[in-house]
């Protein structure tokens, strides 16, 4: 399985991004997908997931309200649309599949996209 992300780059504080993930290979069905990130210096943390059948979101306290996760109906892809970026969203962020377990934990993912850089100057 892969997974490809994209849609990071450079943007002012109060801008917005949008970033997509798409599984191609020998996909299954999961159970849920998210969105991590990385900062230099600083552990993989949660950011947000989905339920790939009941939709159903969950975020990380420090981005609710801005950010909105969403899957792809035809196919294994999910987006983050972030809004009111913020310095502190700086980051690289990664997109995964949920083995099994919790959605916040990292070690609950089995694969994992190559990262997208996501840089928010004030």
């Known amino acids: 399985v892969q997974l490809q992300a994209s849609g990071g780059g450079l943007v002012q504080a109060g801008g917005s991004l949008r970033l997509s993930c798409a599984a191609s290979g020998r996909t299954r069905n999961y159970q849920a997908m998210g969105w991590f990130r990385q900062a230099p210096g600083k552990e993989r943390e949660f950011v947000a997931a989905?339920?790939?059948?009941?939709?159903?979101?969950y975020y990380a306290d420090s981005v609710k309200g801005r950010f909105t996760i969403s899957r792809d109906g035809a196919k294994i892809a999910i987006t983050l649309q972030m809004n009111n970026l913020k310095p502190e969203d700086t980051a690289v962020y990664y997109c995964?599949?949920?083995?099994?377990?919790?959605?916040?934990?990292?070690?609950?993912?089995?694969?994992w996209g190559q990262g997208t850089q996501v840089t928010v100057s004030s």
């Open positions: 989905v339920n790939w059948s009941s939709r159903n979101t």
């Open positions: 995964a599949t949920l083995r099994g377990g919790s959605y916040y934990y990292p070690g609950s993912y089995d694969y």
